[in-house]
């Protein structure tokens, strides 16, 4: 895998929306001045304003714009200000050929999750599953979630072991311990990835799984897709994010989130813990995806064993 630089103060981060439509005008704005704050230079790509429907653009704008960020050796990082839906639209029209030489910092998270993928297996690059641009929003949990995210970036995080941040709530659903390369992110992309061409490798993988504001049924349905299509028996550990807003629809016929993960684990022979903070939740960890490390399942924590950036 190709380490992109490590992210210094003074260097160029590019603001792009390959995904969907940035629907609060002052997130972008707001966002450039955080980063300028900090120490870094910005430049705010015309997905960040465009709109095309639900997207930010049209496919050829995002696919164009993330084409032309990467080819230019002036932006040292690439950040998206928002995920919502689009970026699998754009996946076979990127260059990964030119990507992968020219790597650089990419990172985001939700529908991202499709470019992590994609990223990782085609153009064999190190990507960043962190926040997007409401972590200048100020709200509680922001700063830490940046400076998590400034951490990694920077290659201060080697050895480090990423555990929970603020509420102790994360729990072991199968003991033991796995080693492998970091794949994932949101369920929801992973499963609807799954038979094309741009789904992660898992063999002998740590994957990672969160997601938003899904039914409980709906969780067990993309397990279950994920265990028939052998995806958690090939990996060789489970991390799960903390479901934030996932919920039991019937109240009478319920069956806690809890025991719908941890029999997926069973199943799979896997070690896994759920209530890992990273996605759809703050603060948040970034996850540098296509890097080596161990999972913990007793310990309920992520240790990075390879330095993510150059």
């Known amino acids: 895998m190709i380490r992109p630089k490590a992210l210094k103060k003074g260097m160029c981060i590019a603001l792009t929306a390959p995904s969907g439509a940035v629907r609060d005008e002052a997130v972008v704005p707001r966002y450039k001045a955080f980063l300028e704050e900090h120490g870094y230079s910005v430049r705010v790509g015309e997905t960040c304003s465009a709109r095309h429907g639900y997207l930010a653009g049209s496919d050829e704008m995002r696919t164009g714009e993330l084409n032309s960020l990467f080819a230019d050796d002036s932006v040292d990082a690439i950040f998206c200000v928002r995920g919502g839906y689009g970026a699998a639209r754009i996946l076979e029209m ?113 994957l990672f799984l969160e997601d938003i504001n899904e039914a409980v049924y709906r969780v067990d349905e993309m397990l279950t897709e994920m265990r028939l299509a052998k995806v958690l028996s090939r990996c060789a550990g489970i991390v799960f994010g903390t479901f934030t807003g996932c919920r039991n629809e019937y109240e009478n016929f319920a069956i806690p989130l ?53």
């Open 94 to 206: 990127l260059d990964y050929d030119m990507i992968r030489h020219h790597p650089k910092i990419f990172t985001g998270f939700s529908d991202i999750t499709a470019l992590h993928s994609a990223l990782n297996r085609y153009s064999e690059l190190i990507t960043f599953h962190g926040p997007n641009g409401d972590v200048a929003s100020g709200n509680p949990g922001c700063d830490m979630s940046f400076s998590l995210l400034e951490r990694m970036l920077s290659g201060n995080s080697l050895n480090d072991e990423l555990s929970d941040l603020t509420d102790d709530k994360a729990v072991t659903l199968r003991e033991g311990t796995a080693r492998g390369i970091l794949c994932g992110g949101n369920m929801t992309l992973i499963a609807h990835s799954l038979g094309t061409p741009y789904e992660p490798v898992f063999d002998n993988r740590i």
């Open 258 to 310: 809890e025991e719908v993960l941890k029999e997926a684990c069973e199943k799979a022979g896997k070690p896994a813990f759920m209530n890992f903070r990273c996605g759809h939740v703050r603060p948040m960890h970034t996850l540098p995806m296509g890097v080596e490390c161990e999972m913990d399942a007793q310990k309920k924590c992520i240790k990075i064993y390879k330095n993510p950036v150059d």
